[in-house]
């Protein structure tokens, strides 16, 4: 059984930065696709960023793109998100997730989820 679990969300100002942390355990991180996704009320969970297993290939939404930086640290089986110049539209639940394979956009293609995160961001 993987589980996943998220930290470092909280209330923040338009322009100010957050880091967000999910530590993985139960099998071999390092052979997982990860994803960080975010849920707004009465929205879809959409995709933020993801990295590959491997090589660390990582890919942005646009609207994060330039803002947001999506790591991995295998040896201690953690994925982050810095996120920085937050705008009140990124407030939402993020959620990180794993998948084996490449990564990819659509949530429903992740097998494992954390519980979430808050991050408000305040104008």
């Known amino acids: 059984q993987v589980q996943l679990v998220e930290s470092g969300g909280g209330l923040v100002q338009a322009g100010g930065s957050l880091r967000l942390s999910c530590v993985v355990s139960g099998r071999t991180f390092s052979n997982y696709a990860m994803g960080w996704f975010r849920q707004a009320p009465g929205k879809e969970r959409e995709f933020v960023a993801t990295i590959s297993a491997s090589s660390g290939l990582t890919d942005y939404t646009d609207s994060v793109n330039g803002r947001f930086t999506i790591s991995r640290d295998n040896a201690k089986n953690t994925v982050y998100l810095q996120m920085n110049s937050l705008k009140p539209e990124d407030t939402a639940v993020y959620y990180c997730?794993?998948?084996?394979?490449?990564?990819?956009?659509?949530?429903?293609?992740?097998?494992?989820w954390g519980q979430g995160t808050q991050v408000t961001v305040s104008s």
């Open positions: 997730a794993a998948r084996t394979g490449s990564p990819v956009h659509l949530y429903r293609y992740y097998d494992y």
